[in-house]
């Protein structure tokens, strides 16, 4: 067992507590690639049910700090006018990386966007095209 973890006195029961340092280094290890969680549990003398919570909780965490970086929808309207050719050929919108960005390729060249884009930004970029 870890000296991490440490018997809290307040409780009867002899409940261990563990530091912060230490919970998020085994949740670290957890998330690695072939990592079973219960062979990680195990490796620490913890329960994996124990190590689901802090796992659980960790994403919790990381989805509330990261609320800045949310992606908006925008609206969308189908319409049953005729098909016209497109000034656009292909869209790719790649949210994979740390730096999140949007590829729109036209006939006459290829658009790149880095970063988050803002709806109204979209939305001029689309109506620019529109009138291609």
Not at 7 to 32: A, D, G
Not at 47 to 70: E, I, P, Q
Not at 107 to 132: N, V, Y
Request: glycine fraction near 2%; include cysteine.
């Amino acid at each position: 067992m870890d000296e991490i973890a440490r018997i809290n006195p307040k409780h009867s029961n002899k409940r261990r507590e563990f530091s912060p340092e230490f919970k998020q280094r085994v949740i670290q290890e957890s998330f690695e690639a072939n990592a079973s969680v219960a062979m990680v549990a195990r490796r620490h003398d913890l329960n994996a049910n124990l190590l689901f919570k802090w796992r659980y909780l960790h994403k919790k965490k990381a989805n509330v700090s990261n609320t800045g970086d949310t992606v908006q929808l925008l609206p969308v309207s189908i319409t049953s006018t005729p098909h016209q050719p497109s000034a656009v050929t292909t869209v790719t919108v790649v949210n994979e990386d740390t730096q999140p960005h949007l590829e729109i390729d036209l006939k006459t060249g290829r658009l790149f966007l880095q970063g988050c884009i803002d709806p109204s930004t979209l939305q001029t970029i689309i109506e620019a095209i529109r009138s291609c």
